[in-house]
């Protein structure tokens, strides 16, 4: 190998290590130690509470019949999964029909092979990137720098966490755990050796500078490769959503347009894709509509000014196929909006690199034991109150807490959980088959509880539950059971 190849695979492998430093989900107590530790962290999931959360109520209360449309689409969703072979063989003839080809991939390794194989076919050197968490699912960028090829991430937030060398920690906003600062300084970082080497401050500036940085990356790359919304099983078309056109640019300007994305993301319809449309950017962002709505039907055709030589696009399994008719079938109507970890008390406190996995917060919590085994993500779906906030955001309505109680259950009797925590449920579990003793233990606790924190009214330090009270005080509870309070109030007149 020459030492400018030599040069670059030793950076890749580099890179590729740093980005799998963050992918240890069986690290997620530790990670979230480190994460609430970190203020600039904090700072930037402030972001949260303070935008996405009260954009998206005021999207949804601007359209009346939202909850409609929510409805229609889980019913398309469960309708589509359940004759999930018959719309995918559609979209592939009417994909083929309009000179498109479609690669059937069952793992992620079959997924990268098929992408390696294209981008070989032109001796591709640099690739463009849309927006994709399937590729990221696969490690696809890391798959590529060690075979030569430079993979260029166009959209703003994955173009920063790849400056970074980090995975993304959202699903929508892939840099949400950065502060303009961070980012002022990996640009300057970075940008210094392209000749920029004025530290901006302002976000349109910060914009506009990446803009400029990216703008011959579009020319000169020899394969774009965005991910897909939806798949139109009469058209044979793929739909992608953004809000910075990058992804028009992605696959308009090299001669070869490859579409990664997973079985569950076809649709019907032209028309059935616009039911999700209108619900998916209110429920992620806060918008009526994104910026961009694309749709692309197979390569460039005579007389067109524009567009592709070819059009490729790979379907990946890994996984999904086992989760139809599982418990976890719900999980797979999933529309990735993000509206679940935007509102989850949990991420919004750790952030997504806690995880260690693509996907985060409660959806991920789900995904990612059916994708990866619960032995190795089984702190996951304990990583939630259960408080039911995500499932009453979802706008396909999947039981995102029954989903993850399940997963505990499964872990539970698989033997992977602590032997502690199984010892506290087999205490538990004897005073509940006996309501008579739980009902005085319950008395007695209050009562005495109440007493510690009699003069402040919380208590600062708490045996057995050292994972609460290390972080925060714990209220005093009042005394009585809340038995005995219902008990009371039923009495009164």
């Known amino acids: ?68 449309l929510s409805q229609r689409g889980r019913e398309l969703k469960d309708h589509v999964l359940g004759h999930l072979d018959y719309y995918l063989e559609r979209f592939e003839r009417n994909c ?8 059937w991939c069952s793992t992620a390794e079959d997924a990268r092979q098929a992408v390696l194989k294209i981008c070989r076919s032109v001796d591709a050197k640099s690739v463009t990137k849309g927006k994709s968490m399937v590729a990221e699912e696969i490690h696809l960028n890391q798959f590529l720098e060690q075979h030569e090829i430079e993979p260029v991430e166009t959209d703003l937030g994955e173009y920063i966490i790849q400056l970074a060398e980090e995975p993304p920690s959202h699903i929508i906003g892939p840099a949400i755990h950065k502060t303009k600062d961070q980012v002022s300084d990996l640009f ?20 506009n500078e990446a803009r400029e940085i990216l703008r011959k990356k579009y020319f000169d790359a020899d394969v774009g490769i965005t991910g897909a919304n939806y798949l139109i099983a009469e058209t044979g078309s793929s739909i992608i959503v953004t809000n910075e056109g990058n992804g028009d640019l992605t696959q308009t300007l090299p001669n070869i347009h490859i579409v990664i994305t997973s079985l569950e993301k076809v649709v019907p319809t032209l028309e059935d894709a616009t039911t999700f449309l209108r619900i998916l950017a209110r429920s992620a962002t806060g918008q009526d509509f994104s910026a961009y709505t694309t749709i692309s039907t197979g390569p460039r055709r005579d007389g067109d000014l524009d567009g592709p030589g070819e059009y490729h696009v790979i ?34 406190s750790v952030g997504g690199h806690t995880y260690g996995t693509v996907y985060v917060g409660p959806m991920g919590a789900v995904l990612s034991p059916a994708l990866l085994g619960v032995a190795e993500t089984k702190h996951l779906p304990c990583a939630s109150t259960l408080c039911g906030r995500c499932e009453e955001v979802c706008p396909v309505s999947i039981p995102l807490p029954k989903l993850l109680r399940q997963w505990r259950a499964r872990a539970f009797e698989a033997g992977d959980t602590p032997q502690l925590e199984r010892w506290g449920l087999s205490i538990w579990a004897f005073f509940a088959r006996r309501p008579w003793l739980y009902g005085i233990g319950a008395r007695l606790a209050m009562r005495g509880l109440a007493w510690l924190g009699r003069e402040r009214g919380r208590l600062r330090k708490l045996w057995f539950a050292g994972g609460w009270t290390d972080g925060r005080d714990l209220p005093a509870p009042e005394g009585r059971t809340f038995q005995e309070r219902w008990r009371q109030q039923q009495q009164q007149p």
């Open 1 to 68: 190998m020459c030492r400018p190849l030599a040069k670059v695979a030793r950076a890749a492998k580099a890179a590729g290590a740093r980005v799998m430093e963050f992918m240890k989900p069986g690290a997620f107590k530790d990670n979230a130690r480190t994460a609430l530790a970190d203020d600039n962290l904090r700072s930037a999931m402030a972001m949260l509470n303070a935008g996405m959360i009260p954009n998206r109520q005021g999207a949804v209360d601007r359209l009346p019949e939202f909850d409609l």
């Open 96 to 103: 083929k029909a309009a000179g498109g080809q479609v690669h």
């Open 188 to 207: 300057l970082k970075h940008h210094a050796k392209l000749g920029r080497t004025e530290r901006q401050t302002e976000p349109p500036a910060l914009v």
């Open 315 to 348: 379907l990946l399994d890994n996984g999904r196929s086992a989760m139809l008719g599982s418990e976890v079938h719900d999980m797979l109507r999933c529309i990735r909006c993000g509206a679940c970890m935007n509102h989850c008390p949990v991420y919004q």
